[in-house]
């Protein structure tokens, strides 16, 4: 990630440190061995395809059209994206670096994760710097693994190029543990769209990552609850960690209204809310609400919400914006909301306020 990007990051994170007391929380929120600072993040092989010549080698690979600056136009991403073409790109399979490049636009916004895992680092004062190129080997031996139920001696190339041919999406753990050890897990999902041989890598993209904005003549398959307890900010709420005490905590009286409405057959949430009753995220999503000019607009940092990555792509990507003038409350929620993560992308859910 550009420098300026990292500083823009940082900035928005220290908002969100601005809205509590940092005394004690430290030593509190680290007193066990297993406590770790926590990525995860969507791997899909759909992300990039690969286009052979006669001789069976692979010689490009397209990519999605928005792996850039570009800004998306909602009304244009809803008329238009059937038609939009995917970025090509030449690629030598012989070529670690090539090979790569094709295999890391699959890890769904890999760079913006790990800066925000060095963020974290240094707030928490471990003297820690995670990088792409100490990362990425990792993740391909995880996924490897994970895939092909071997641990086997290839080459490193080797891993690259079979990975290449992979069909499993994977849910991608990342730990980083205070002596400064890495653990991933690679946990395989469902394929949610199944004419992938059919679209382009920008079109799957849209109807995965970005279905939310798209699919608004289908009900959606999400019911999201109000919690009625407060849950304090915290660095544990801004920073994704083990500590998830109060995450834990709100899904269980998730749980309760979940049975009390027999909701059980759909996806469920419940959106926390601070002490001023100011609504600041899910327990594993953050949202937005859509306005009255049919704008979606989040949070800001300073209700001590989490600095989700997916959140910040639709924000640079203008699909999203920050709320101004006020924080939303209860009475600002609707029926229905958008919700989001690094997993799944954007999805839309009914708000239920029993």
Request: charge should be neutral.
């Amino acid at each position: 990630m550009l420098t300026n990007e990292i500083s823009t990051m940082e900035n928005e994170i220290t908002k969100g440190l601005s809205s509590f007391t940092t005394k004690n929380f430290l030593e509190q929120g680290q007193t066990t061995d297993d406590f770790a600072i926590l990525s995860t993040f969507r791997y899909d092989p759909n992300f990039s395809q690969l286009n052979v010549n006669e001789k069976n080698k692979i010689v490009t690979y397209n990519k999605c059209l928005f792996d850039n600056d570009m800004t998306i136009d909602l009304k244009n991403l809803r008329t238009e994206s059937a038609n939009w073409e995917d970025q090509d790109s030449k690629i030598d399979q012989d070529s670690e670096l090539d090979l790569t490049d094709a295999l890391s636009v699959r890890f769904l916004l890999l760079q913006a994760q790990i800066d925000r895992l060095n963020i974290a680092l240094k707030y928490f004062g471990w003297r820690r710097v995670v990088t792409f190129e100490e990362l990425f080997p990792q993740l391909v031996d995880t996924i490897f693994e994970a895939e092909f139920k071997s641990k086997d001696t290839l080459s490193y190339i080797g891993k690259l190029k079979q990975l290449l041919l992979g069909k499993i999406i994977f849910k991608m753990r990342t730990l980083i543990f205070r002596n400064g050890s890495i653990k991933i897990e690679a946990h395989p999902l469902p394929q949610t769209v199944h004419d992938t041989q059919l679209i382009s890598v920008t079109q799957y993209f849209v109807k995965t990552i970005l279905a939310a904005f798209i699919d608004g003549n289908e009900k959606p398959n999400w019911i999201t609850y109000i919690d009625s307890e407060i849950t304090y900010p915290s660095p544990f709420t801004i920073f994704k960690t083990t500590n998830r005490s109060h995450y834990t905590q709100a899904r269980e009286r998730l749980t309760m209204k979940i049975e009390e409405n027999n909701s059980q057959n759909f996806k469920n949430e419940i959106l926390l809310k601070n002490a001023y009753g100011f609504l600041s995220e899910g327990s594993i999503t953050n949202f937005a609400i859509k306005s009255e000019n049919n704008e979606y607009l989040t949070p800001n940092m300073n209700v001590g919400c989490l600095y989700g990555i997916m959140r910040q792509y639709l924000i640079s990507k203008n699909l999203i914006k920050i709320f101004n003038g006020h924080t939303p409350s209860i009475k600002d929620v609707g029926g229905e909301i958008i919700l989001t993560n690094g997993v799944m992308g954007c999805v839309r859910s009914a708000v239920c306020h029993k």
